[in-house]
């Protein structure tokens, strides 16, 4: 058990770590509402893609919610404020799949969604910042 420093991600984060009312602000690691290393060493991945993106593009581009650092960023910007507590990336934050499959099957079938959806939100990107 450990006792984590954290804001209110629901409050005052949007999907990329940014503060909504102060848009120079962003956040990083357990302070932002994730858990655990792996997921405060992604966020700081997604603050600094994020602010590449933004200073080329002048607009955002969140990663899709089917993929890990997105289902993740999702869920901490859009649960309950109330009594809100840091988030490990699971497969529970993931959307349905939307199809019935054997429960081996199913990760998977995660795996393959994110890779498709994260190849659309490159090529996104490198339309709109083709240094991306
Ligand atoms: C006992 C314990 C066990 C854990 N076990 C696990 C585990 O098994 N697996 C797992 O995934 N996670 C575990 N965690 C959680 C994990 O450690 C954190 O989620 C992760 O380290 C957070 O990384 P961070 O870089 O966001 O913050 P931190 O690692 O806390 O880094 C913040 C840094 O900022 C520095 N700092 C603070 N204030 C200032 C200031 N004013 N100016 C300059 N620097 C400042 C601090 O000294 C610190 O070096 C554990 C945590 C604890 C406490």
């Given at each position: 058990m ?5 804001i209110?991600?629901?409050q005052l ?14 956040f990083?690691?357990q302070?932002?509402?994730?858990e655990?290393?792996?997921?405060s060493a992604a966020?700081g991945?997604?603050?600094g ?6 200073q ?6 969140p ?9 993740l ?5 859009n649960?309950?404020?109330k ?9 529970g934050l993931?959307?349905?799949?939307g199809?019935k ?5 199913r990760k ?9 959806d994260?190849?659309t939100w490159?090529?996104?990107c ?6 991306c």
């Open positions: 450990h006792r984590n420093t954290f209110n991600a629901p984060l949007n999907r990329c770590f940014q503060h909504q009312k102060e848009p120079r602000l962003f990083a690691g302070i932002s509402g994730v655990g290393y792996l997921e966020s991945l997604i603050v893609i994020q602010i590449v993106l933004q080329q593009t002048e607009s955002f581009f990663f899709p919610e089917t993929c890990a650092l997105g289902a960023s999702t869920h901490i910007t649960t309950h404020s009594n809100f507590q840091p988030m490990n990336i699971n497969f993931f959307p349905p799949l199809k499959m054997k429960k081996a099957a998977a079938a995660y795996g393959e969604r994110a890779l498709a994260l190849d490159l090529q996104e490198q339309k709109r910042s083709p240094d």
